[in-house]
Structures are given as C-alpha cells and as structure tokens.
C-alpha cells in the first residue's frame, strides 16, 4: 500500500509547491478558482459536462490508439492459454495498455481550458473547477463500461472462434473477477488522470504519472526482489493493481479476487476524493471520501494478504502427494493418461496421446511390456516472473511447504509425467510440441528413467545406445522433430551435456543426455523412418542393453556416432 499512497503525497507536494507558478490563473482571485458548496452551485452541470466530454475521450487521439491496440495485446496475453483461469488473468493483463492512454487523456482533456487559455470563462459560477472535476470524474463508469465490452468481446471470440489466437481448442469457463480487474484499471486512470491535471497541471505529468503506475505495479508484480526479497508466492503482491499467477493450475494458489475488486475499488475512490479536493469541495466530504476509500484499502489489504486456511492447505498438499486420486484417470487403450487437476484441458490429454501413440507404434510386439502410466506433474524446477529458474516449492505457500517433501511429489515411480503448462522453450512461448513428454516415452521404452526424481535427480546414460534410441523415438514422434531437437541441442547444452541451466523451466527429462548421443539421435533422424523402425525392432534386445554403446544403434543404420566429450556434472549413471 506504500507504493500506491506515497505518490500520491509526492503529487499533492509538489502541485503545493507549484500553486505560485501557475501562468494563466495566477491573477485570478482565489475565491473564483476554490468555490465549494454554494446555494448559487449548478450541479445539474456536471452531468452534461460527463456526455460531452465522454464523446471528447472516445474521440481522443490517445484513447484511440490504446483500444487499437487492446485487442492485439489481449490475443497475445491468452495465445498460449488453453484454460479460463489462466485466459483471464492475462485479459485483465492485456487492459493495462488502455490505461496508460486513459490517463494521458483524460489529463489532456482536464487541461484543455488551461493550455486553450479560458480559464476565466470556466470558472465562472455555474462551473467553477469543483463543478468541472466532478463532470470529469463521472467519466470513470463510462471507462469503466468500455474496458468490460472489450473483455466480454475478448472472452466470446476466444471461447468461439479459439483458431483466431492459435488455439486448437478452449475450456472455460472465465472467471469474471479476475477479468474484472483490468477495467478496474482503466476506470481508475481517469481519476488518476484528473487528479494530476487538478494539482500538477502540466501535460508533462501526466506523462511522469503512467510511469509511475509502471513503477508501482512492478514493485508488486516481483516480490522476488526489492522490497520484499521474499518468494514469488508472497501474498503482499495483491497490493499491486494486478497480481500474476504463480502456478498454472488455481488450485495451488492462494486468490481472493473478489476483496482485489474492494482493494481497487478503493483506490478509485481514493484518487478521486484527492482529484476533487483541489479546488472548493467541503472538508467534511472530503475527510468522508478518504475515510471510505482508506478503510476498504486497508480491510481487503488485510483479507487478500491473509495465510490460506487450514482446508485451503489441506487440499493443496493432497493434491500434490496423490494427484490421480483428486482427478481420477482415463485409460486410452493400455496406457492410463492423469491429468493434475481440472486445469488441464483434454487438448493436452489428446496430444500426449498422440505422442505416446508415435513412440509406441515402433516398439515391437512385446506383450510382457510393463504398464504404461502418463500422469502429469509439476516440474521440481520452474520459472519465476523474473524469467529465472526457482524450484517449484518456492512458488508455494509457505504453509504448503512446510508439509510436503520432494520425495512424496516427485517419487521415482517409472512413469512419463507431462510438466504442467505444457513442453516450452526456455523463457518464452515458443511451444516444443510435447516433445519431450515423446522423448520420456521413449527412455520408458528403453527402461531408463523418464522423468527426474526428488528434488529434480537425474541420472546420465553417457553414450549408450538405449540413450540415443530414446532420443530418436521421441523427436521421430513429434511433428517437427529433428528441427525441435536441433534447436533443443543448440540451446539446452552446457558444452558436453544438455543440462538446460539457463532455461527458466527445465524440461522434464530423467536422463541428463549427452550432446553427442543427441547429435547422433539427430543423423538417425535424417535417414528414412521404415529403415530405422525396422533395424530397431530386430535388435531391440541389443539395442536397449545398458552394456551396448551408441556406435552399435549408428553402424546398424549407416551413421557414424558422435564423440561425447566430459561428464554429466553431478549425474550418477542409470542403473
């Protein structure tokens, strides 16, 4: 809340400070620019004034460009989003753009009669500034019903037309509170707008004021850093205007988007109390106005930053200790496919499938082959806001922490577990089309350990052949895949080894695989697929045997094998 009430106080002293430099009203007597609550007042004024310069703000240039633009930034905000919730945060995030522009004009538009040089036409008494601030201030329901049309427009051309932003499919529903949000946001540039141009009246700060939104919401956005030096979970972020999610599923995070809607509210309310008590408007509803805001600030401040409860905690812990028991299993054929939680959309079943379909239609007939489980997990490395890698319990409530341990989330149970939101690059959006959910596949092939284990152990298989048949069965699964593979190899490896040290969300491997054998993975690629199945399946014994080295799996295809060079740094080999 300092962030937000601070600049606040820096405005109101430095337009204090400026009273005395006013170029256009400082002959004006004083009792023609403060006129408050008076018999004489037209008050019926304000509310034409709001029609007319509400058709001004829709009008204007800055406005303009800023719902131009929405659209595009909110398509991009939920193209890689196939859930509601997740869709919803990043709507409410996509309006923020609008509200830079809201305030640039509805600062110009308060500062028209000043920089037109008519002030003494407008203070006049039947609208003086007190009359003229309220006017302004009641376009804040007009913003405010603009920014939810185009929200209701976002979410129905995302939910009927998903192809429009590049999604195969998509699964509400949306959660209206937190869409809500983002017009909150642009309903409170206006205020914000005003209140500048009434105690700092120069265009130049509005401008210095959308930067300091900017400021404001990227000290809470990043609790990771100064001045909080805490986790990315910390619930004090809440006291930004927005709040990004930590975790791509609801049920590991900590909401109360309802009371966010009071805490904006009253930062509404409390920017246009400041706005009005410029120029005339009586003490008492002025110490009214602020009494208002600052008490549903501080009691949704005190609710939104409140621990989770007991049940709360509950739940989280038992979802991640027994993920499958929350959400049930579906069996597609021999294979049972797990999704975490309800947040998993049957888009991303259906493309496991289909991966795990690729690599299995190579095997060989082996009815003794040990069941196949496809259960999705979080990964025990992910992405902070910072773009950096943090294990995936510091993106947890710290009661949830404290209760769970890595071997009970992450056990070493030979199954392939899909990372939730889906096989990414690192620290972008750039999808590797399940690539490595058909590489785990693969090594559960060749019996070597598909996913990591505990507090994210991988083992090394060091120029094996089963190593880089896994490789093999996985790219040769995935659409694109010795063009992902290549771009895994260039970006993922330390030198000798793709340890992904750099990537912000490891992917989900349980081998530390040599560069070497991926280069060899990626020749094999390269000749014709029937050639390679048919070799694979007539030495399969040979070829998954721990003992038979890569060059073996290269000679029976006509490539040589790559050279692996160092060791896996801190790997013990596979067993």
Request: hydrophobic letters at 50%; a neutral charge; aromatic letters at 8%.
């Amino acid at each position: 809340m300092v962030f937000i009430v601070v600049p606040i106080l820096i405005l109101l002293a430095v337009g204090l400070a400026a009273r005395g430099n006013r170029s256009r009203t400082a002959n004006l007597p004083a009792d023609r620019l403060e006129i408050g609550w008076s018999a004489d007042m037209k008050w019926r004024v304000a509310p034409a004034l709001a029609r007319v310069e509400m058709r001004r703000l829709l009008r204007h240039p800055a406005f303009i460009v800023g719902v131009l633009v929405v659209p595009l930034l909110l398509l991009v905000a939920v193209e890689t989003e196939t859930t509601g919730f997740r869709a919803s945060t990043g709507l409410a995030l996509g309006m923020v753009p609008l509200g830079w522009m809201t305030i640039i004009a509805t600062n110009l538009i308060a500062l028209r009669s000043r920089r037109s040089g008519t002030e003494e036409l407008f203070v006049s008494l039947p609208t003086p500034y007190s009359v003229r601030t309220s006017g302004f201030l009641l376009l804040i329901p007009g913003a405010f019903v603009v920014a939810g049309l185009l929200l209701v427009a976002a979410g129905v051309t995302i939910s009927a037309f998903p192809d429009v932003v590049g999604l195969d499919s998509f699964e509400g529903p949306f959660a209206p509170l937190e869409m809500a949000a983002g017009a909150f946001i642009v309903a409170g540039s206006v205020g914000l707008g005003v209140a500048v141009a009434r105690w700092l009246p120069h265009a130049g700060w509005g401008i210095a004021a959308m930067f300091a939104t900017v400021f404001v919401q990227a000290r809470f956005l990043d609790t990771n850093t100064w001045p909080w030096n805490s986790t990315q979970s910390d619930l004090r972020r809440f006291l930004g205007f927005l709040a990004a999610p930590t975790s791509t599923t609801p049920e590991l995070e900590v909401r109360r988007p309802g009371w966010h809607l009071v805490y904006l509210f009253g930062l509404v309310v409390l920017i246009s109390v400041v706005a009005v008590a410029r120029h005339g408007w009586s003490r008492r509803f002025v110490g009214g106005g602020l009494g208002v805001a600052l008490a549903a600030i501080a009691v949704a401040a005190v609710v939104q930053t409140r621990p989770p409860s007991s049940g709360q905690v509950s739940a989280m812990v038992a979802l991640l200790e027994s993920p499958s028991s929350e959400t049930g299993c579906v069996a597609r054929g021999a294979v049972a496919y797990c999704a975490f939680s309800s947040s998993t959309s049957t888009r991303d079943v259906d493309e496991w499938r289909a991966r795990v379909d690729a690599v299995l239609a190579v095997l060989p007939v082996d009815p003794a082959r040990r069941q196949l489980n496809v259960r999705q997990r979080p990964a025990a490395v992910v992405g902070d806001t910072n773009c950096q890698p943090i294990r995936f319990l510091e993106a947890l409530p710290r009661e949830v922490v404290s209760r769970v341990t890595a071997e009970r989330v992450w056990p070493a149970d030979g199954d392939v577990h899909p990372a939730i939101g889906g096989d990414n690059f690192a620290c972008s959006e750039d999808d590797a089309g399940s690539l490595f959910v058909a590489v785990q596949t693969g090594a559960w092939a060749v019996d070597l350990p598909p996913a990591p284990h505990h507090d994210d152990v991988r083992c090394a298989a060091d120029s094996q052949a089963r190593s880089v048949l896994a490789l093999w069965l996985g790219a040769q699964a995935t659409p694109d895949g010795d063009a992902l593979l290549r771009r895994t190899i260039d970006e993922g490896n330390d030198g000798s080894h793709l340890t992904f040290a750099d990537w912000d969300e490891r992917p989900v491997l349980g081998v530390t695989y040599a560069v070497g054998d991926a280069l060899t993975a990626l020749d094999i690629l390269a000749k014709p697929r029937d050639q390679v199945t048919a070799a694979v399946r007539a030495n399969w014994e040979l070829l998954t045997a721990p003992s038979t080295s890569a060059s073996v799996f290269a000679e029976l295809v006509g490539v040589s094998a790559h050279a692996v060079e160092g060791r896996a740094p801190g790997r013990e080999p596979c067993s």
